[in-house]
């Protein structure tokens, strides 16, 4: 079984709202990941979480903010956001390389953001 | 950093024909070289993946071969289906790091 799950398909919010996105992989693996991805453009790394605790962050704004409550799940929760943010957001899971770095990810269908 | 230019944007075939997808990258200590799939309104689907110390792979129709002197890498569908048309996405790892780079896309349309 090689399925990421992410929940809600499409969310629509208002610039003052407060919701979260949520994510959740059964494979074992110790990496998770946010991507954002713009219409006909190619994914773009958020975040990293390595064994539950955030590694990567790629600059991006504070009303984003990740979290890992376990190693199955990752959620990104939205506060105060742009018009601009609206994307598809992705999710992806990995295993960790005996060596550090990046194995096969896999992908969850991801959530269609629309803010208002 | 890593850069992955990927070409070309589009690519329209007919249904039977080869395609061939190429990718160049600049970070010569990447190591890991992954593609996806992307149908409308779906996340990337992985469909082969090579590693620098592999220069060819092979799954079915799907082929992947690496020129790491070159630092380019190429996908190649042959007999193509009306069911392969989608977005194709290169990616490259740099060593020990946990990030994809993506190359820009390209857009494959099988014509029946």
């Known amino acids: 079984d090689t399925e990421v799950t992410q929940t809600p398909k499409h969310l629509v919010m208002g610039m003052t709202n407060k919701k979260s996105l949520k994510c959740e992989q059964h494979m074992g693996h110790r990496a998770m990941y946010w991507y954002k991805q713009k219409a006909k453009k190619p994914p773009e790394l958020m975040f990293v979480y390595s064994y539950e605790k955030l590694s990567i962050n790629e600059s991006v704004p504070s009303r984003f903010s990740p979290e890992c409550p376990n190693s199955s799940l990752l959620n990104l929760h939205l506060h105060a956001l742009q018009p601009e943010d609206s994307a598809l957001y992705l999710c992806a899971s990995s295993q960790i390389t005996s060596g550090g770095g990046t194995d096969t990810q896999y992908f969850g269908p991801g959530t269609r953001l629309t803010v208002l | 950093g890593e850069n992955v230019e990927q070409h070309p944007s589009t690519l329209s075939v007919q249904e039977g024909d080869s395609a061939v997808i190429k990718c160049t990258y600049s970070?010569?200590?990447?190591?890991?070289f992954p593609w996806y799939k992307q149908e409308l309104g779906k996340g990337p689907q992985l469909i082969i993946d090579?590693?620098?110390?592999?220069g060819e792979k092979k799954d079915q129709r799907i082929a992947v071969t690496l020129n790491k002197t070159a630092k380019h890498f190429s996908l190649h569908i042959t007999e193509t289906q009306p069911e392969d048309s989608a977005v194709y996405f290169c990616a490259a790892s740099p060593y020990n790091t946990d990030k994809l780079i993506f190359g820009t896309g390209t857009r494959l349309q099988v014509f029946p």
């Open positions: 970070d010569s200590a990447s190591n890991y």
């Open positions: 090579i590693r620098s110390n592999v």
